[in-house]
C-alpha cells in the first residue's frame, strides 16, 4: 500500500512523525509537506509562482520532501509523480488540535484529505486534542499522539480492506488519553466569539486581531464536539458535495429570466 504522508503544521512536526510511524506499519510511506506552519489555509493552492521542493532528513532519519506551497499543494505533487506512483491512500496530520464541526473548511490538515475527493484517492485527516486545549484549535502543550496514530493504524488497514464511499473522506479527532472509545459522528457546530481587537504598533499604525480565543460549541448527540468531550475518538465520514439539493426547487421558481 502507497501512502502519502502531509500536513499543514509543517514537515518538522512531531505529529507528522508519529504519523508516519503509524503508518510504517501499515504500508510504504511517501511524506510531502510545507517547510513551515500553514493552519487554516483551507483548500488554497499556489497558482501565481512556482514552488520549491527541498528533500530533507525527517525526525527518524529517513526522507522526505519540504515545500514552500499548500498542503493541497503536497498532495497534487505526489499526483504528478514527485515520489515516484501514485498513491493508494492520503494521509493527513497527525494535526496539532482538533479539527471539529464548522473548522474543517478552515483547516489545511482537512483541506489536503478532501484533495482526494478530487482525485479519486481515499483520505484520511487525524487531529489530536492536548489536555490543555480542551476543544480550543489553537495550538497548546503536552502532546500525546500515541491516541490518534493508534486509530490511524487501524482505519489505514480498514480503507485498504474496505475502501471508503465514493466521495468521502473520513476526518478524525483523538481525545489525549485515557481514551473512552470510538464513535462515527456527525459534523457539529462551533460557537466563535470573534471581536475586534485594535493595537497600535511602534509607528502608530492600528493593527486589528478579529479572531477571538475562546471559542465554544452547540453541545448536540451524535456530534463530533460531544465525542470529544466525552473523551471518544470521532471519526465523521465528510463529503464535498456543497449543492444544497433541497433548495433547486425552490431557486428554480424564481423569475431569473
Same mark, same amino acid.
Not at 78 to 97: M, S, T
Not at 161 to 181: D, F, K
Not at 219 to 246: N, Q
Given at each position: ?75 497534487? /505533487? ?17 494535526n496539532y488540535g482538533v479539527n471539529l464541526g464548522d473548522d474543517v473548511t478552515y483547516s489545511g490538515t482537512v483541506a489536503a484529505a478532501f484533495e482526494g475527493i478530487v482525485l479519486g484517492i481515499p483520505a484520511i485527516a487525524v487531529s489530536q486534542q492536548s489536555k490543555?486545549?480542551?476543544?480550543? /484549535? ?6 500525546? /499522539? ?112
Amino acid at each position: 500500500m502507497r501512502i502519502l504522508l502531509t500536513n499543514d503544521d509543517g514537515i518538522t512536526s512531531r505529529g507528522l512523525l508519529a504519523a508516519k510511524q503509524a503508518l510504517d506499519t501499515v504500508g510504504e510511506v511517501s511524506v510531502i509537506a510545507p517547510d513551515s506552519n500553514r493552519s487554516a489555509v483551507g483548500r488554497g493552492i499556489t497558482i501565481d509562482r512556482s514552488l520549491t521542493v527541498t528533500e530533507v532528513e525527517l525526525r527518524d532519519g529517513s526522507r522526505g520532501f519540504a515545500t514552500d506551497g499548500t498542503p493541497v499543494d503536497c498532495v497534487r /505533487f505526489a499526483e504528478l509523480g514527485l515520489v515516484g506512483d501514485r498513491p493508494d491512500l492520503i494521509v493527513a496530520g497527525i494535526n496539532y488540535g482538533v479539527n471539529l464541526g464548522d473548522d474543517v473548511t478552515y483547516s489545511g490538515t482537512v483541506a489536503a484529505a478532501f484533495e482526494g475527493i478530487v482525485l479519486g484517492i481515499p483520505a484520511i485527516a487525524v487531529s489530536q486534542q492536548s489536555k490543555e486545549a480542551g476543544l480550543h /484549535f489553537r495550538r497548546q502543550r503536552n502532546y500525546d /499522539f500515541s491516541p490518534a496514530a493508534g486509530i490511524l493504524a487501524t482505519l489505514a488497514r480498514q480503507v485498504a480492506e474496505h475502501g471508503l464511499p465514493n466521495g468521502t473522506i473520513l476526518n478524525v479527532n483523538a481525545p489525549p488519553p485515557p481514551v473512552q472509545g470510538v464513535e462515527v459522528a456527525r459534523l457539529g457546530r462551533r460557537i466563535y466569539r470573534d471581536r475586534l481587537d485594535v493595537e497600535h504598533d511602534e509607528d502608530g499604525r492600528r493593527r486589528y486581531r478579529i479572531y477571538g480565543d475562546d471559542p465554544s460549541y452547540h453541545d448536540e448527540p451524535d456530534t463530533d464536539f460531544r465525542a470529544i468531550a466525552e473523551g471518544k475518538i470521532a471519526v465523521t465520514p465528510v463529503h464535498l458535495d456543497l449543492t444544497s439539493t433541497g433548495a433547486i426547487e425552490e431557486i428554480a421558481r424564481w423569475q431569473l429570466g
